[in-house]
């Protein structure tokens, strides 16, 4: 009877768990525009000139400033943290070294994603 009443018991607190829903895990592949520069004490500033990254899924990136390509290389992403609205991790751009990143369906995030530090906020492109 022990038994029994054990195994419903048990049954019960399994059928009234849930599972929680997975973040969704945004890519960084894809182009973004360079919109604000903001951090260190500054104000949010627009930039002046035309800055996209495009992040292609083998790995590599164009860096075009004004429609010129100016830089081309590998990243490595590594994720560091997901929630329901974000996904953040460490960005590794050849030639630019090691930064931190916040990315959403929308935005990302490039440098420090506190007041105290630069961050690059980009929009996504299409």
């Known amino acids: 009877m022990k ?3 054990f195994f419903i018991a048990l049954v019960a607190v399994f ?3 849930k599972k929680e829903k997975n ?5 960084i592949v894809g182009k973004w525009e ?3 520069t903001t ?3 500054l104000a949010a500033a627009p930039v002046a000139s035309v800055a996209i990254y495009e992040f292609k899924a083998d790995s590599t990136f164009v860096q075009y400033i004004d429609n010129t390509v100016h830089a081309t290389g590998q990243y490595h992403t590594s ?3 997901r929630t329901a609205a974000n996904t953040y991790g460490r960005i590794e751009i050849s030639g630019n070294g090691t930064d931190s990143y916040k990315l959403n369906k929308d935005s990302l ?3 420090v994603t ?3 530090g630069i961050s690059h906020i980009y929009v996504k492109l299409n």
């Open 34 to 36: 360079l919109r604000f």
């Open 3 to 5: 038994k029994a009443l």
């Open 23 to 27: 973040a969704p895990a945004y890519s």
């Open 109 to 111: 995030v490039l440098g």
């Open 79 to 81: 994720i560091t943290n």
């Open 15 to 17: 059928a009234s768990c």
């Open 39 to 41: 951090g260190g004490g």
């Open 114 to 116: 506190n007041a105290t």
